[in-house]
């Protein structure tokens, strides 16, 4: 398995460019989600999925969407990139949201100029 | 709002020793508690899950407790080792959803 996997791994976008940030794992979990981790922010969930077809909204989802059409991928846009949104992004899934750990992708750094 | 709190943010340490970090969190209705390790320039690797039923785990050297009345989680890792040098992360789960809340970590170097 390769498990999760994100691409691109380093992004530069200047502001109001979009782009989406891929994610994707092979081990047929139904729970994937969205972080972004920031110096002295933590780690904060930006959007989550607990099956193919349902999303919803983590702590800080202003200016992200996503969707989930398969089990597999689980794609975050950034609509109108900003400089905040300057950050380190990690995608994760598990088998369900209780008894499973979950795992984590490497991560996409983006910085927005 | 939840909030998890993570004490000391930085342990330097010799080789060998035991040592205990600490995990607290402001809300006790929770269904799961994790425990990551996160070295620089890389994604989060699970070391311990425990679930609200259970009070602790163990893996190898470690071994994490949780305590929800008192709002406390602590993760011992024993005989410490340079590879133990890296960051590490609790995470509240308090939704059958997969959300999690991460304290911002203990950053822990241990000295050959």
């Known amino acids: 398995n390769a498990g999760v996997t994100q691409t691109p791994k380093f992004q530069v976008l200047k502001t109001g460019q979009s782009m989406t940030l891929q994610c994707a794992q092979d081990m047929n979990h139904e729970y994937m989600s969205w972080y972004r981790q920031d110096p002295g922010m933590g780690l904060r969930l930006i959007h989550y999925s607990v099956g193919a077809g349902i999303t919803d909204q983590g702590e800080v989802p202003n200016g992200y969407n996503v969707s989930r059409s398969t089990t597999e991928d689980f794609p975050l846009r950034l609509l109108s990139a900003a400089p905040s949104q300057t950050s380190v992004y990690f995608c994760a899934s598990s088998l369900d949201g209780v008894s499973y750990e979950q795992y984590f992708g490497p991560g996409t750094r983006l910085t927005v100029t | 709002k939840q909030e998890v709190t993570q004490i000391p943010a930085a342990l330097s340490v010799p080789e060998g020793e035991n040592l205990v970090l600490n995990c607290s969190f402001t809300d006790s209705a929770i269904y799961n508690l994790q425990w990551f390790r996160q070295d620089p320039g890389k994604g989060l690797t699970s070391l311990l899950l425990?679930?609200?039923?259970?009070r602790e785990q163990t893996s190898g050297r470690l071994n994490a407790s949780l305590d929800k009345s008192s709002g406390r989680s602590t993760l011992y890792i024993a005989a410490s080792q340079p590879g133990d040098s890296a960051t590490y992360l609790c995470?509240?789960?308090?939704?059958?959803?997969?959300?999690?809340?991460f304290g911002q970590g203990t950053t822990l170097q241990v000295k050959p």
């Open positions: 995470a509240w789960g308090g939704s059958n959803t997969g959300k999690l809340i």
């Open positions: 425990i679930q609200s039923s259970q």
